[in-house]
């Protein structure tokens, strides 16, 4: 193989010391520098100006005299050199001058490690120059064996970790506060959190035979906390309960209750929690709180609505101005009610209820300091314990003691669409005779008159059979209130004129004040008994 680089060769004469110049194929002309670092390595004196015009005038081979003296014979040889990182040893070799030895596979690999190099070496390419010498031309004659990098292990986070949650902004450009995320909820069996294992980097080894260590990589497990549990492998966190998922110090944990530390605002936004809302401060007008559990709230509920899987608790009250919704399916305790709206599907108890609609499938008690119930409306299916009930200024409210408030809620529904019912089913005739008397008195009706017989005739049907379906519920509904005719309204102080009571479907109207007394159903009336 023909060389490609130009190069030099030392010949020594009689009347001195000679260099060689021979073109290249690639690079025409020999390296001055490199002319200069061999002759230097091997402590030839020479004269460097003739060398330096002839490598500057260099078109083809010539030869140039360097010294008067006769240097002596020199070898094949190769300097090694070792880049800065270790990462390989390159070699470049120089021909032998008259009488020199020619290298040898051992000769280089002395070189070689003379140079330090003590791993890696390249057997091709020290195979390749000895077949086919190329001079002035770096062979890589030795490769470390790279290290490999390892990896972290990480932890991906199935829920919300960022802290900082910033308001939605509306199409419409406003901000809307509600819908903040403050909660994670999370489902039993739900991933809360995947592992990928770290993997080890691998050590290699520099041409100095040096072990090139990998950088440490961080080992991390998955810890179980409370309600938690990890997989098998080690990979996987689950809940093991409904609940609120949040990360708290690199650890996660899983709780039935959400506290809030402070008042539901526009920094927190709406609440929609599987388990038990603890809430420290207010509930501001605007908000929503959803609980599977207890809402609990330590501060005021202002026109906001709450929903409660179990009990509501207010420890101070609810000012709904008459915004204001406390639904629980277990039972609500409040400070006081006012200007809210209020249902219960155990009992409700109170220190006072103010102008509201409060509803309970339990009892409504009205106890404490005050007692009272001014105005709105109270409904109970078992029995209403109060204080004092209206007032002298007018304000009476309605009290009502019934079954189930939604089956009660459900018979007035009926009884009020039963008459407009029954109005409707009386026009039918009407147009239908008329219709009728036209067709016998042979007259073609359009396609519009007769599709309006059609449709008459099906209606008068279908109101006929809602009427029927209404009234047997109506019946079903009564037979229920009579059997369940056992609760009655207690006054414990003074009960005003004015007051409604309707107890199981039947009113009866406070015309005077009475005291420490029983309102109670006998037969078809209800009498005022005293204690």
């Known amino acids: ?89 390159v070699g470049r070799f120089y021909p032998a001058s008259d009488n020199g030895k020619k290298l040898s596979r051992d000769d280089i690999i002395s070189s070689l490690l003379l140079a330090g190099v003590k791993y890696g070496v390249a057997v091709e390419e020290l195979d390749s120059f000895l077949e086919d010498p190329q001079y002035s031309t770096d062979y890589v004659l030795a490769r470390a064996l790279p290290h490999e990098e390892g990896k972290s292990a990480s932890i991906t986070y ?28 999370v489902h039993e069996g739900d991933c809360l959190a995947t592992l990928t294992p770290a993997i080890p980097g691998k050590p290699g080894i520099d041409v100095t035979g040096r072990v090139i260590r990998p950088a440490n990589v961080k080992r991390i497990v998955l810890k179980q906390e409370k309600n938690t549990k990890v997989s098998e492998d080690g ?29 539901v605002d526009a920094s927190t936004g709406d609440i929609n ?18 609980a599977k559990g207890d809402i609990i709230v330590d501060g005021v509920v202002e026109g906001a609505e709450l929903y409660a899987g179990g009990q509501i608790i207010l420890k101070r009250g609810i000012q709904g101005m008459e915004r204001g919704k406390l639904k629980a399916e277990s039972n609500v305790i409040a400070k006081f009610i006012e200007n809210a709206e209020v249902y219960s599907g155990g009992y409700i108890e109170t220190d006072a209820i103010l102008h509201s609609k409060v509803t309970a499938r339990g009892e409504v008690i009205a106890s404490g300091r ?17 204080k004092t009930a209206g007032s002298t200024m007018g304000t ?26 029954e109005a409707e089913l009386e026009k039918v005739p009407k147009t239908y005779s008329l219709l009728s008397r036209r067709v ?65 479907n039947i009113t009866y109207h406070v015309r005077s004040a009475m005291q420490y007394c029983r ?3 006998e037969r078809a009336d209800v009498k005022m008994i005293e204690y």
């Open 440 to 504: 016998r008195a042979g007259e073609q009706l359009g396609p519009d008159k007769l599709e309006l017989m059609r449709t008459t005739c099906q209606s008068k049907l279908r109101l006929g059979q809602d009427i029927k379906q209404s009234m047997d519920r109506m019946n079903e509904l009564q037979e229920q209130t009579e059997e369940q005719s056992g609760g009655c309204i207690r006054v414990k102080g003074v009960i005003y004129p004015g007051v409604k009571v309707i107890m199981y």
């Open 158 to 185: 199935h829920f919300n970790t960022d802290l900082s949650r910033k308001p939605k902004l509306n199409e419409d450009g406003s901000v809307d506060f509600h819908q903040l995320e403050t909660l994670n909820p």
């Open 519 to 521: 309102l109670v159903k």
């Open 1 to 89: 193989m023909a060389n490609r680089a130009a190069y030099f060769r030392l010949t020594i004469k009689e009347d001195g010391t000679y260099l060689m110049l021979y073109p290249g194929e690639d690079i025409k002309r020999p390296d001055l520098r490199d002319i200069d670092e061999y002759l230097r390595w091997k402590n030839i004196e020479y004269d460097r100006e003739a060398v330096v015009k002839a490598v500057s005038g260099f078109t083809a081979f010539c030869c140039v005299k360097i010294s008067p003296k006769q240097a002596a014979p020199q070898d094949e040889s190769v300097r090694v050199t070792i880049n800065e990182a270790r990462s390989q040893a």
């Open 370 to 386: 005050r007692g009272l119930i001014v105005g709105g409306e109270t409904r109970s299916g078992s029995g209403i314990s109060v």
């Open 396 to 421: 009476a409210p309605l009290m009502e003691i019934g079954c189930a408030p939604e089956l009660m809620a459900e018979y007035r529904r009926l009884s009020e669409e039963l008459p407009k019912m």
């Open 273 to 290: 929690f599987e388990g038990t809302v603890m809430i420290r401060g207010n509930v501001l007008t605007g908000f929503i709180v959803r």
């Open 235 to 263: 990979c996987h966190l689950l809940s093991l309960v409904d609940g609120h998922v949040s990360l708290i110090s690199g650890s996660i944990f899983v709780s039935n209750n959400f506290e809030v530390p402070a008042d």
